[in-house]
């Protein structure tokens, strides 16, 4: 189904009820640019740490505009054996509310919208009838000038701005109501005294009789199922991607908040459940059978043995997909075929099981390794960033870092090292690069070989870490203030009454979290992968 | 007549015609946004200096990109008496040549991007089919990678690239062409021995009889008169814009070169003439009899008496444009009426004449004041940036520089000088304004009365003026040296023989200009205009 501007709040509810009664949900955007670096090479080096990664990503990629956003609900019919799926394509502009709401800039990368357009992308429909929108700072903006400006016209001071939450504080009850509340407290006191479970309906306060408040006792037994109900719905549903750091950060950055520094510690409940595509694919026991995991051919080698092409039917009244007329690279359409590889992978995984299973759930423990590790594009020996705990920390003492004159070329750096047959070249930038020899022995023969030498100068990862780290305690407590008082400010926002109806639908992707930056030696993701599917083949 | 990726090869030799032949030209831009900046207000201060307003925009306003760019050519048929016109829309998109070609990134203004989808720009025609381009230092990078590519294919070191210039250095001439070549130089000397003034007609050098070299003898007449055509030739055709500053920049910036440093003082022979039809109107004797100058209403008054509409009609093969039906904001259309409305006003200006003239040319002396002066919008007494000579300079003896905490507002400037009657405030940042006092003498006693505050501080507007000079006299001796620099590249580029086919039909607006930065006091423009046009009531 196509979101516009025009059909957006027809639809809103259709949205909200689609999100509400899937199993899981999966999610694309189409950009206008990747990289705003003078190319996207330099945004990718092989030996970037997850947090560096995700630095440059945000220094880097958050200028530009997710201006398509798909949204696929997929729920699951027991009866009839298929998913149900509910596609939606959102267009995405910053059309100005107003003359004093925020005039958004945004940038385009030739390369990106040159690679659309040869796709069919129409970008009439994203200016002419994208669904502008705010994020929670924004809107807090925009609402403060509008009380201003009603507080003025009211004859008030241009100062005598009420916070929000203000109107927490304890009130005076208005002589009016007085009685309205003194019968509403009898009542509650004599329903405490009764020994029955029943429950009590208040009056309502207002002439509507659509919302009022219902008392309830409930034993310590049902507090508790309560209370974790409650939690697992904060939670959220299982959010899937497919290659889908960008994704998320975008999304996040563009509809709800700035992006976390990821070197501030910060521990945050983690309420959001992401999946990668791609590093599912990527990793054991698929990583050997799929050659080729970019999105496209990802789907089509999933329809194919040892593989089953998972059953999905459109819901009543929304338009279906033809993956045989492929549509890629519309932000809906990807999303409905990232579906489709989780629902085949995951499948996959069930005729592990003995007996066998046909259908593993978004909420079986056989997916739960692959929760919230977010596929890195081009990265040697690192996976994935790790949104829920450390990241991973590979040893890298084969690895050297060089500098060098501006003049020199990998041609140069080959010649350098031509005496430790096999290198790999990671360009850093214009003067640096690390180099990475074949064996570890080596690291030590070239740093002092290289003692005496002018032009160039050569350190191990492990020096060249240590010396960044220094460089970062120095600065990290000149900032650490400033960000504990944006913390604070997040914290205060959040408490607001206030939730636009532009943000809604992307409420499920709300909390995104802080990764610990501690750097502890923690044992490989393929190893441990490989254990858990040992595990999984033998215990069941 | 539309000018997109696929036809514009097609259409170029039509482009160069119309040019070639056209006694004037008319621009008209449209771009991706205006400012970058918090606000467009921030971008414009009352009492901005044209230096100052022309630093602005190079800062903010160059990252746009200008995607639409409207040539109307304008020619003269005398024995008509009416003008042809040939009107071209270029769609312009900088889609990458290829992986190693400039991947450029532009900026998009939503609100500027939300207006154009108003009018129905198309977008999709931006991007699908946008004409690519590359300025002069772009495509001379281009051009070397190529070149070092074809070297090191031919087993050449990466070293080797021979700089274009070298080619113009004394060659060899190969053995066999020797005998080609003495045949040549016979023949010239004979011709020389010769006492008639004919003509030499060499042997093509190559296979095609297309191209080959004539020799003429003339005599130092016939030498001075050909020096001055093509002196004449140089210095351009009449360029005519409407409110063409921004579009100006744009053009230079976007498909020439970097836009020069104007407070520079260098001295480059004007080759350009352009003339701004929103100055014009501004003017005496428009100004008096016309209310609003915004290209619309403009082109709408000036068909009314006492002016003329102008006899205008498109050539053979061209669409013609309807006035009635307006297109307005498609750059063609824009350029289309700008044209007319200088039309009419030219002819305007002859009825002054006795006898009155109904027709004034593109090269009437008429019309000379009005040259590469360029209106600036929103500067309270300074009506135009002068491309070819010092600045205006009024004497804002009335004006006061004020600086406070940044909590101040408008109504706290009121309330601060309440005391010296009507006052105008023009924002310069958060914690500074410019405020003009009605009277030059309440001056001094702002500024003495303000000696012992402490919020805030004033000063008069020559002191703020002489110490922006201080600070810019210390900055201006680093930068100095890194532009003779890149002049000596400019100038060692142009030399070059190389030009791109998407540059030639920009080729009108190669040189823009330095303005002087020195602080003259000078007549202001009004009365000057004034004194021109008494001249021009009593001496014709």
């Not at 699951?76 to 800039?105: A, L, Q």
């Not at 407290?185 to 009764?194: A, G, R, S, Y």
């Not at 992401?274 to 026991?285: F, H, N, V």
Request: glycine share 4%; proline share 5%.
């Amino acid at each position: 189904m196509e979101v516009i501007r025009s059909n957006f709040k027809d639809n809103l509810s259709k949205v909200y009820e689609a999100v509400e009664e899937a199993d899981f949900l999966a999610i694309d955007g189409e950009f206008s640019g990747i990289s705003d670096g003078p190319s996207v090479s330099a945004l990718t080096n092989g030996f970037d740490t997850p947090e560096e990664r995700y630095q440059k990503l945000k220094k880097h990629s958050m200028d530009f505009l997710l201006f398509q956003f798909g949204l696929c609900t997929f729920k699951y019919d027991h009866t009839e054996e298929k998913y149900i799926m509910k596609s939606f394509n959102f267009y995405i502009f910053p059309k100005p509310f107003n003359r004093s709401s925020p005039d958004v800039k945004f940038v385009c990368q030739s390369s990106s919208i040159d690679f659309l357009a040869n796709q069919g992308f129409d970008f009439n429909k994203v200016f002419r009838n994208g669904i502008p929108y705010l994020n929670q700072e924004e809107e807090r903006q925009l609402r403060e000038q509008y009380d201003e400006k009603r507080s003025q016209a009211n004859g008030a001071g241009s100062l005598s701005y009420i916070s929000p939450n203000a109107t927490k504080c304890p009130v005076a009850i208005p002589e009016d109501q007085k009685k309205f509340i003194d019968r509403i407290v009898e009542q509650i006191e004599e329903f405490l005294k009764k020994e029955e479970n029943e429950s009590l309906e208040l009056e309502p306060c207002t002439g509507s009789k659509e919302r009022y408040i219902v008392i309830s006792k409930v034993d310590e037994e049902e507090r508790k199922r309560r209370e974790q109900q409650k939690q697992a719905k904060e939670q959220g549903k299982l959010v899937i991607g497919h290659n889908m750091l960008l994704d998320v950060m975008h999304t996040i950055h563009q509809f709800y908040c700035p992006l976390p520094d990821v070197s501030n510690p910060l521990s945050v409940q983690m309420r959001l459940k992401l999946l990668d595509t791609k590093l599912m694919a990527s990793t054991q026991p698929f990583k050997d059978i799929i050659n080729n995991t970019s999105l496209a051919e990802l789907e089509k080698r999933l329809k194919e043995v040892p593989f089953s092409p998972p059953k999905v039917e459109s819901a009543e009244g929304f338009p279906s997909y033809d993956t045989a007329s492929e549509q890629l690279h519309e932000a809906g359409y990807d999303a409905y075929i990232t579906g489709l590889c989780f629902i085949s992978m995951a499948n996959f995984l069930g005729s592990f099981l003995s007996p066998p299973k046909n259908h593993v759930s978004a909420r079986s423990k056989l997916i739960e390794p692959f929760f919230n590790k977010l596929f890195l594009m081009r990265v040697m020996d690192i996976p994935y960033l790790n949104l829920q705990g450390p990241d991973l920390q590979p040893k890298r003492d084969h690895v050297l870092h060089v500098t060098f004159p501006k003049e020199w070329k990998t041609s140069d750096l080959y010649q350098l090292f031509s005496a430790f047959g096999n290198i790999q070249v990671s360009w850093i930038d214009d003067t640096s690069a690390f180099v990475s020899l074949s064996q570890p022995e080596q690291v030590q023969i070239a740093v002092n070989t290289s003692r005496y030498a002018e032009s160039y100068r050569i350190q191990t990862y492990a020096e060249y870490v240590e010396k960044k780290h220094e460089e970062k305690r120095a600065k990290r407590k000149c900032t650490e203030d400033s960000w504990k008082e944006m913390e604070r400010k997040r914290l205060k926002t959040q408490g607001a009454p206030y939730i636009s109806q532009s943000r809604y639908y992307y409420s499920f992707l709300l909390y995104f979290h802080q990764r610990h930056s501690a750097f502890e030696i923690v044992h490989t993701w393929h190893f441990s992968l490989y254990v858990y599917f040992i595990n999984l083949h033998v215990n069941h």
